[in-house]
Structures are given as C-alpha cells and as structure tokens.
Nanobody, 126 residues
Framework: QVHLVESGGGSVQAGGSLRLSCAAS????????VGWFRQAPGKEREFVAA????????LYAQFVKGRFTISRDNAKNTVYLQMNSLQSEDTAVYYC???????????????????WGQGTEVTVSS
C-alpha cells in the first residue's frame, strides 16, 4: 500500500513558476517509480512526467520538456515537480502517481500506475 499527498498547487500568472511536492508513505519509497499526471477541465487525464525508483532516469511529455523538472528525494520520501514558464494551458489538477508493479520502471499510461494522490490544483492566468 502507498499513500500519496500532493502540495504546492496554487494560482500563478503566466510565465511564473510553482513547485509541486508529493509525500509518500507506506512501501519503501526507493522501490518504486513515481510520476505526475494532470487533468484540465473538460479534458482527459494526461501524463506529465515520471522518474525511476533511483532517480537515474526521467521521462517527460513533449509539451513540458524544457519547462518542467521531476526529481525525487528518497531520504524524504518525496517527489517534486518544478514547473517554470507556466502557461494558461498548464491549468489543471496535478496528480502524483506511484507504480509498484513493474520493478521500478515508469510508464506513460494512467493504467500503469497503482496508486494516485488526491490531486493539487494549479491555475495559470494570462
């Protein structure tokens, strides 16, 4: 069992930055991959970024490359999403996810992940 709690969402103007955090508890944090998804109003949930269990490998959706950075601190059981150069299209609820079924490797489909946080809302105004 893994419990995920996101924080750091809020309102920001276009061009600004936010850092999302996700605190995990339950299973040994360094044993599984984690990532972020988002869901904008009226749209389907979409993959944002993921990081392998040791932090050595990351993957990003094309639309966030160069603007967002995912990282993790296994000593603090926390994964981060640094978001820079935010645009109005980034407005969404952001979800932290964890995968314990695939040996620490990440995927890009929602079904790959076993656990989801409650989400944190990000609003970017232009």
């Amino acid at each position: 069992q893994v419990h995920l709690v996101e924080s750091g969402g809020g309102s920001v103007q276009a061009g600004g930055s936010l850092r999302l955090s996700c605190a995990a508890s339950g299973r040994t944090f360094s044993s599984y991959a984690v990532g972020w998804f988002r869901q904008a109003p009226g749209k389907e949930r979409e993959f944002v970024a993921a990081i392998s269990r040791n932090g050595g490998s990351t993957l990003y959706a094309q639309f966030v490359k160069g603007r967002f950075t995912i990282s993790r601190d296994n000593a603090k059981n926390t994964v981060y999403l640094q978001m820079n150069s935010l645009q109005s299209e980034d407005t969404a609820v952001y979800y932290c996810v964890a995968d314990v079924s695939h040996g620490g490797y990440y995927g890009t489909s929602a079904g790959w992940y076993d656990y989801w946080g409650q989400g944190t809302e990000v609003t970017v105004s232009s």
